[in-house]
């Protein structure tokens, strides 16, 4: 069982800019681990894909519509992944879920283990 917790949620205003965490514990060395992503889900909404990163952390990808405003990273040796999100628009208000899997993918129903999401709300 892998556990995934988020934080880093909050109030922030138009163009300004938050930092998630996502901290793992448990077997985070199992296959079905090893990758992690970001998706986010605004109220009436299905939830959507953010961002992914492999293993390596080399490898990434985003949905088109935070490419060049939110960047991805990982902390191996923390168990952790980050979201870097700069230049915040109202429509990113959302609950933003980390989760993982065996590969790098933005298609949920591949991700095998989710934390239970934090809060972003931007203000116009």
């Known amino acids: 069982q892998v ?21 793992a514990s448990g ?40 490419k060049g405003r939110f960047t991805i990273s990982r902390d191996n040796a923390q168990n952790t992944v980050y979201l870097q999100m700069n230049s915040l628009k109202p429509e990113d208000t959302a609950v933003y879920y980390c989760a993982a899997a065996s590969i790098m993918t933005m298609t949920k129903s591949q991700y095998d283990y989710w934390g239970q999401g934090t809060q972003v709300t931007v203000s116009s």
Do not use: N
């Open 3 to 23: 556990e995934l917790v988020e934080s880093g949620g909050g109030l922030v205003q138009a163009g300004g800019s938050l930092r998630l965490t996502c901290a």
């Open 27 to 66: 077997r985070t060395f199992t296959r079905q681990a090893r990758a992690r992503g970001w998706f986010r889900q605004a109220p009436g909404k299905e939830r959507e894909f953010v961002a992914a990163i492999g293993w390596s952390g080399i490898e990434t990808y985003y949905a088109d519509s935070v």
